[in-house]
């Protein structure tokens, strides 16, 4: 089955510069990349998605690219405000397959001012 | 779109407790259903999921069981619950032909 990592698990970025989550997975057929924001006792929230026929995919100061023959993906956030502070997801799978998505562990973004 | 009610938002149980989480999706049909478990400060992990009426994927064995008896309700249950099994719970949702998963507002559980 799938397997998604992410990195890092935390990090710490001075307002105004950029964060980079990086994700990788295993499933060559996977062929949905949603990334999730979470904040503190919440739901999490889809902020952007990207399908296995686009490398990347840009939403204002949000960003994801892909990767499928490293098979990893990255989020990318310029110029970062105190609201971006959050848990981020990465998660990947194969909807009209198995119906199954499977989430990276997370990583908790400190926006510092 | 669709509106995906779960409840309650929170709860507290004693162990060896039963357990029954419902959710329900409006707004659309034959939606894949799932239930995701967050313990405190970690990921999202896939415990159950469904894409049909009274069709269970078990992807973590434990004393957790599922339903889904109408196309648009999910349940979770326990018999007895565990010391482990406190964690925020979340129901999702993915629309036929629109592969974006939407969350519940999700319910704390603390079983002590």
């Known amino acids: 089955g799938e397997n998604v990592e992410q990195h890092p698990s935390t990090l710490s970025v001075q307002e105004g510069d950029s964060a980079v989550i990086k994700c990788t997975y295993s499933?060559?057929?996977?062929?949905?990349f949603p990334w999730y924001k979470q904040e503190l006792g919440k739901r999490p929230q889809l902020i952007i998605d990207?399908?296995?026929?686009?490398g990347e995919k840009k939403d204002q100061r949000i960003a994801v690219t892909l990767n499928k023959t490293a098979k990893h993906f990255s989020l990318h956030i310029t110029e970062t405000q105190p609201e971006d502070s959050a848990v981020y997801f990465c998660?990947?799978?194969?909807?009209?397959?198995?119906?199954?998505?499977?989430f990276g562990k997370g990583t908790r973004l400190h926006i510092l001012p | 779109s669709q509106t995906i009610h779960q409840w309650p938002a929170t709860l507290v149980q004693p162990v060896g407790s039963p357990l029954s989480l419902e959710c329900t999706v409006e707004?659309?049909?034959?939606?894949?259903l799932y239930w995701y478990r967050q313990a405190a400060g970690r990921g999202l992990q896939l415990l159950f999921y469904?894409?049909?009426?009274?069709?269970i994927s078990s992807e973590v064995p434990q004393n957790l069981s599922a339903s889904r008896p109408q196309d648009r309700q999910f349940i979770l249950s326990s018999k007895k619950l565990l010391l482990s099994d406190s964690g925020f719970y979340l129901c999702?949702?993915?629309?036929?032909?629109?592969?974006?998963?939407?969350f519940g507002s999700g319910t704390q559980l603390s079983v002590l």
């Open positions: 998660a990947a799978g194969v909807p009209n397959r198995d119906d199954k998505i499977i």
């Open positions: 499933d060559s057929a996977s062929n949905y």
């Open positions: 990207i399908r296995s026929n686009v």
């Open positions: 707004g659309t049909s034959n939606p894949n």
């Open positions: 469904s894409v049909g009426i009274g069709q």
């Open positions: 999702a949702c993915l629309k036929q032909g629109n592969e974006k998963l939407f």
